[in-house]
């Protein structure tokens, strides 16, 4: 076959074309702008937020005191003076209000309540530098949360750290070793798989030492004090607390300035031989943690990790995911047989942080069994590092298992090497050790990192200012005349981050590990951007994307995880004979092949089960589609608290002497529900079905009436449904789920919009987060100068904006529908309920004078006011391009707390914007819910009863805060559960002020009634805008035309249920009122 | 005589049995084979003839998922054709897709596999690998909404917002004027699929013979040895593929809704299988939506008739 160059030419050429035309181009947006005028002016909107904004930081409030000497030893502790919120306990009885422990009663103690204030006055007798502590104890019936003071020193801010100081509580596990069957303490279900235990309080007295709870400093603060009277103040950010003292101590008696050194501490011992005999701590059963977010795990991954099993899910590890938070702690306690030296030989994975280490402190407290003498930590228990270089524990980065003693590494002369190190115990003595998660040896770079952060984020939005969103690559703007420092800047934090890279990589003992290739990446960007002018404005867009990786980067090194199997305290003679971290290869073979089976025989969906009952036929059918973590909290909840309801509280139960009623808890996923009652295999009850569906459900008869009246006026459902709705849920969550006088469900979660402000840039700027639409419109143009903006929503779809000015207005999306405003005024109820109520929804309601005008107020905030149609929320919320943004109160929460955290403590969440009408400001924002749902079945009466009783268990307070804060123990501050029992919120683990603002607009919520045919409603109105929008219709012409559309759409799909009691309006036609 | 009487007794040729015996006879015969077939058999009746023939039946009801059906006779077909605005839209659209992607994409595949199939065997690897991966990696048309994003830093918007040509950014896929040619610039771009596989594998089986044989025969260019030779060729591949463009542009879907939304604006690209999924899914009326379905399937049954008829034309 002949082939000719034309061919071979063609054929080359479109092949290039196509190749190029298939590589996908990287997903980035062009350029993100903004450009924010960094004014030292402070506003009057948060009075604290601005200060600390202001405020120095702690390196700068204490070097001009760094000669001061340190002052005589005179420790002061000063009991309570005054404050708001500040109860004086008198007497043991009020003590029980606050503690179960009558033990723990101390004379004088005060509680601090969680939105208070408290001062004591004190005198200094020598001016000089002081650590300020508090003894305090964590009342009880508080959340998950640890404790968070903000503190001032005669009315005034010392420095910006002092805004959060944590307090941490104490909290422990109940093993049950009687239950457990191989003894170790978990119960296990019936496959032989672990059941995570209960976490429960334990609260204890402790002393709280005023140090960084970002873990950049090991030392504690020190305040400079002048001799003579001063006010201290703990203003409440989250929890309340119990405290009797407050100690104002010279700096230098406690904490690493004090601490002896490993040398000093060695030479106390010398002469004291080396320890004998093993005691094994598992770590994966702590005394006590310091939150609930510190949990056991089952790691699977090696033959060695003890206990393990190739066919249930034994708990084994602490770590993998969790206990990586600053601070977090876990704690052992243990003696020993012999007095002697002894080390600590971990086995555990460090698999975070490629080529670099994990840091963990070591703290000890003890007491001598016999005379309550404490060898380590403080006379109140309070674990204490035993010398300075416990901080710097460090981990190493290895892909795999390791087994190896804790201690530092030091500089020998010749080089770095591994130091371990030893500790002194002895027998009659309990020591517990606490190791806590902290930054050692890290914490001075990592610090210098977050320092560099900010700077070259205050760069970039100075030069933003000046370029705009999209700067010209081509022109020359002059950078090094009009503003040096910032290009010189840009050149000087890339040396930074280069000296910074260097500098780990010499602690990492001259490793370059992956990890440290980003600080590299930005490095040199940044060397290009300051040396070369000229390039600043085509690497822009780069610069923006990096300081997200190095955000991400800096939060990724600080909240590294470790998986810890075991710690042995022991003497490790020859290290050549530590046990083996992996086991041989026949072990881990034959570990992987019995899994490998074992895997075939593990029903999955029976996880957590502990009773036979809940496995059988009678058992209560339980659909939840939601995720693994979900339904094993559910699980774990219903084995303990739904028996104790059935037997204690719920009436039913009592009264046919039921002691249990069996629950089959399955995880499904969602789109499962409909098929199976179209094949009469429906369950009882369906956990998070949401309300439009419910409704459609409902009007086809697949859905059972939680309450309500039948045609003939008989009741339908259950008797005291109605108290119980009304008591625990918002009409507004209800309202979505009623449909001709019955309810089909009860609102489980709860949603809806708030306003997202940052503070800062709103102080900046000196304006106040807008109280109405209007005050939204009269600050666009101050933001818009500033090339900010302020994010309404997406318009696609049925935007809530819209939805949420309609209601505020007075408008209703549905005619006839009980808030719909062209009903007559003196209507009665009764009235309304036999003429107009089964006219509701017939008609929509966007045609009223009303709507009308507020259609046209929305489509006139897109076209004239310029507000953005489509835009990555969380990410121009962060860089600060949209100060204000309505979003979901828990969605955008949840996101912005692990997307965005150095934005941490910049923002808030308030109540919508109102809209002025007649009776004040109207401020509803809309409410959507998912309910539990009763699928209809011909089910028994009795399944039916059992039925309800698990409804109410479910979704009544108790078990609502449960999970909620259950979940945000297990998942961490991202998993807030937006409980639709509106009792319950004030349980939940939101920080006063956020508890606050919730409550707030809680109290103004509307919602949009489900009726046949709702889902062509969104669509039309969004044809409208994009109609208004695209071709600069008139709003309101744009929407009337699709009004009859509408209109005959709803009269269809009425006429599809006419037997239903829904009636139906033609064109033209109104309701008959006789 | 007496040998017909015979035969009849135990009859041997197929004029001797009535048509069931004679069938039955051969089935015993074959009864290995049909033994063979069945598993293929059961489950092709199972899941696909039995839902046409059922949603056929259930195009006739009204039924909703949830309740006993109730009849409904044509009713279903007469509201589709007669009342339902929206659905002869989605007929419109559907026809306008079907016409320019399936044809195109079609005459594209063919094209660039005759191209490819001219390169050295290692670099056609490479390329045809290439060329595939807009169809096997799923959601890679997700790229166009990052390019034509409505937000202002989408990159199109955030061009022609820098150039001064626009000063509000466009909703590209929410508007009328863009929706329809940027739906059917993407599916081309996605469309060389399995038929364009298949293409390249027809091409490699034909013998070199042939080709040789057509020269000495007095073939004048490449043309004429395409038409002649390559494609008579490989007809199977040219129907395997065809078929496939078919299915493809009527059943074309999905990729508008992940980039225009559902209901795309004002219905500008509402399709066939679009006004199924708004029935069927959100409207819970099953019954309505099988009538769509059958005459989508109507539809689809006549143009591979005549696809089949336009290829048997292939090399005459």
């Known amino acids: ?1074 | 005589m007496s040998k017909k009487q015979e035969t009849a007794k135990r009859p041997v040729s197929k004029g001797d049995m009535t048509r069931a015996q004679w069938t039955w006879k051969e089935m015993k015969r074959n009864k290995v084979a049909y033994a063979m077939v069945a598993p293929f058999v059961i489950l092709f009746f199972v899941f696909t003839v039995l839902p046409v023939g059922l949603s056929m039946i259930l195009s006739l009801t009204d039924f909703n998922m949830l309740q006993t059906p109730g009849w409904q006779g044509v009713n279903n077909y007469i509201r589709l054709f007669l009342e339902d605005e929206v659905f002869l839209i989605a007929c419109k659209n559907t026809l306008i897709f079907a016409s320019i992607t399936g044809p195109v994409s079609y005459f594209m595949a063919l094209l660039v596999a005759w191209f490819i199939n001219e390169l050295p065997p290692k670099i056609r690897a490479v390329v045809t690998l290439i060329f595939y991966a807009p169809s096997i990696s799923g959601a890679v048309y997700m790229i166009w909404t990052t390019l034509f994003s409505s937000d202002s830093y989408g990159w199109i918007n955030a061009k022609l917002l820098n150039w001064g040509i626009i000063d509000t950014p466009i909703l590209f896929f929410q508007d009328e004027k863009y929706v329809m040619p940027l739906c059917i610039v993407v599916a081309l771009w996605t469309s060389l699929g399995t038929a364009f596989l298949s293409f390249i594998a027809g091409l490699q089986t034909i013998d070199n013979s042939q080709f040789e044989a057509g020269a000495v025969d007095g073939v004048k260019n490449r043309w004429q040895e395409l038409w002649y030779i390559t494609l008579p060729n490989m007809k199977p591949q040219l129907m395997f593929g065809a078929v496939l463009s078919i299915t493809q542009a009527f059943g074309f879907g999905a990729i508008v809704t992940a980039l225009c939304g559902f209901p795309s604006v004002n219905y500008a690209a509402h399709t066939i299988m679009h006004c199924l999924d708004d029935y069927g899914g959100q409207r819970y009326e099953i019954g309505y939506a099988s009538a769509i379905a059958v005459v989508l399937f109507v539809i689809m049954i006549t143009c591979n008739m005549v696809i089949k008829k336009l290829l048997s034309k292939v090399g005459q």
């Not at chain 1, 909620?964 to 919120?985: C, D, E, F, Q």
Request: glycine residues 8%; hydrophobic residues 35%.
């Open chain 1, 1 to 1074: 076959m002949r082939k000719t160059y034309f061919i071979k030419t063609l054929s080359f050429v479109l092949s290039i074309v196509f190749v190029c035309s298939a590589m996908v181009v990287p997903a980035f947006a062009l350029s993100d702008s903004d450009n924010v005028l960094r004014k030292n002016s402070k506003g009057e909107a948060d009075d604290s937020l601005g200060a600390y904004l202001a405020a120095n930081t702690y390196a700068e409030y204490i070097a001009p005191y760094a000669d001061q000497e340190y002052p005589g030893c005179v420790v002061t502790e000063v009991p309570l003076a005054s404050g708001e919120g500040v109860d004086v306990i008198e007497g043991l009885d009020e003590w029980r209000n606050y503690s179960d422990n009558d033990k723990d009663y101390r004379e004088g103690a005060v509680f601090l309540s969680k939105d208070g204030e408290a001062r004591w006055t004190i005198t200094i007798p020598t001016t000089g530098r002081y650590y300020i502590a508090f003894s305090y104890y964590a009342p009880k019936n508080g959340t998950v949360n640890s404790i968070q003071r903000r503190l001032f020193i005669d009315g005034e801010i010392p420095f910006a750290e002092a805004r959060f100081l944590n307090l941490s509580k104490n909290w422990t596990y109940n093993y049950e070793p009687d239950n457990s069957e191989d003894g170790s303490g978990f119960v296990s279900d019936l496959n032989g798989n672990h059941i995570t235990p209960d976490v429960t309080q334990a609260p204890v007295w402790r002393t709280y030492y005023c140090s960084d709870a970002e873990g950049y400093r090991n030392d504690y603060y020190q305040f400079y004090l002048e001799a003579g009277e001063h006010t201290i103040e703990l203003g409440a950010e989250r929890e309340d607390c119990i405290m009797d003292k407050i100690i104002i101590e010279p700096a230098g008696k406690v904490g690493v300035v004090s601490a002896p050194t490993y040398q000093e501490y060695l030479d106390l011992y010398a002469g004291v031989p080396n320890g004998s005999g093993t005691v094994r701590i598992e770590t994966e059963k702590p005394q006590f943690v310091s939150d609930s977010a510190v949990y056991m795990t089952s790691d699977r991954s090696s033959v060695v990790t003890s206990p393990s099993s190739p066919s249930a899910q034994l708990f084994n590890v602490i770590g993998a995911n969790s206990y990586n938070s600053i601070g977090q702690w876990a704690a052992y306690t243990f003696t020993v047989s012999e007095e002697g030296m002894y080390h600590f030989v971990m086995r555990y994975k460090q698999t975070g942080l490629e080529g670099m280490y994990v840091c963990r402190t070591i703290k000890l407290s003890s007491i001598d069994l016999s005379t309550g003498e404490r060898e380590y930590g403080l006379p109140d228990g309070t674990p204490t590092v035993p010398f300075a270089e416990a901080y710097n524990t460090r981990l190493n980065y290895e892909d795999d298992w390791q087994v190896s003693v804790l201690g530092d590494v030091v500089n020998d002369g010749n080089g770095d090497v591994a130091r371990d190190f030893l500790f002194h115990f002895k027998p009659g003595v309990e020591y517990t050790l606490y190791l806590e998660v902290g930054l050692g040896t890290l914490a001075e770079q990592l610090q210098r990192v977050s320092n560099s952060l900010d700077n070259i984020n205050a760069y970039y939005l100075r030069i933003l200012q000046l370029t705009g969103a999209s700067p010209d690559p081509n022109r020359d703007y002059h950078f090094a005349e009009i503003m040096p420092d910032v290009v010189y800047g840009l050149a000087y934090e890339g040396v930074q981050l280069d000296s910074i890279k260097k500098e780990f990589e010499r602690l990492c003992g001259g490793n370059t590990g992956e990890h440290l290739s980003t600080l590299e990446l930005v490095s040199n960007l940044l060397a290009t951007m300051g040396t070369d002018e000229y390039e600043i404005p085509a690497k822009l867009s780069s610069l923006k994307s990096y300081l997200g990786t190095l955000g991400t980067w800096l939060n990724q090194s600080r909240n590294s995880s470790v998986t810890v199997d075991y710690v042995d305290v022991c003497f490790v003679e020859n290290k050549d004979n530590l046990p083996d971290p992996d086991g041989n290869f026949f072990q881990r073979a034959w570990f992987e092949i019995t899994s490998f089976f074992h895997s075939f025989f593990t029903e999955y969906d029976q996880m957590g089960i502990t009773n036979e009952a809940d496995m059988s036929d009678e058992a209560l059918d339980v659909w939840l589609a939601s995720g693994r973590d979900q339904s094993k909290i559910w699980r774990s909840m219903i084995d303990s608290d739904f028996s104790d309801y059935c037997k204690t509280e719920s009436e039913y139960c009592q009264a046919n002497g039921i002691g249990n009623i069996p629950v089959a808890l399955k995880l499904i996923t969602g789109g499962t529900l409909l098929p199976s009652i179209l094949a009469d295999k429906g369950p009882d009850v369906y956990m998070g079905l949401d309300s439009t569906t419910t409704i459609n459900y409902a009007i086809r008869g697949a859905a059972d009436p939680i309450y309500g009246f039948d045609a003939d006026g008989n009741q339908v459902g259950f008797a005291d449904a109605m108290d119980y709705l009304n008591e625990n849920f918002d009409e507004a969550a209800l309202n979505t789920i009623e449909l001709l006088g019955k309810y089909y469900g009860v609102p489980m979660t709860m949603n809806f919009a708030m306003m997202y402000c940052r503070m800062d840039i709103l102080l900046e700027l000196d304006v106040t987060p807008p109280e109405t639409w209007d005050d939204l419109l009269a600050l666009l143009p101050m933001l818009q100068a500033n090339n900010l903006s302020a994010g309404l929503g997406a318009t696609e779809g049925l935007n809530t904006t819209l939805e949420i000015m309609m209601y505020q207005a007075g408008a209703s999306m549905w005619r006839y529908d009980i808030d719909d405003p062209e009903l007559p005024a003196d209507i009665t109820p009764e009235e309304y309920n036999r003429v107009y109520a089964p006219y509701a929804g017939a008609k929509i309601g966007l045609d009223t004078t009303v709507s009308l005008k507020v259609f046209e107020n929305y489509c006139r905030m897109y076209t004239d006011y310029s507000f953005t149609t489509k835009y990555d929320g969380a990410n121009r919320f962060r860089t600060g391009e949209m100060p204000l943004m309505l979003g979901d109160y828990v969605d955008l929460y949840n996101q912005l707390v692990v997307f965005a955290t150095e934005i941490a403590g910049l923002w808030e969440f308030c109540t919508v914007p109102g809209t002025k009408t007649d009776n004040g400001i109207n401020y509803d924002s809309m409410a959507t819910s998912t309910n539990l749902v009763m699928p209809h079945s011909n089910r028994s009466e009795t399944t039916r009863a059992y039925a309800w009783e698990y409804i109410k268990w479910n979704t009544e307070e108790e078990a609502q805060s449960e999970y909620g804060n259950r979940m945000v123990a297990l998942i961490g501050p991202s998993a807030k559960y937006a409980t639709a029992n509106v009792n319950a919120i004030d349980n939940l683990s939101w920080t006063t002020k956020e508890a606050n603002a919730i409550s707030e607009q809680m109290k103004h919520l509307s919602s949009i009634k489900n009726f046949p045919g709702s889902y062509i409603i969104a669509r039309y109105i969004n044809f409208a805008f994009l109609e208004a929008y695209n071709q600069g219709t008139d709003p309101g012409d744009a929407l009337l035309k699709y009004i009859s559309a509408i209109n005959t759409e709803l009269y269809r799909k009425r006429q599809e249920f006419h037997d239903s009691g829904l009636k139906v309006l033609g064109t033209g036609e109104e309701p008959i009122v006789d």
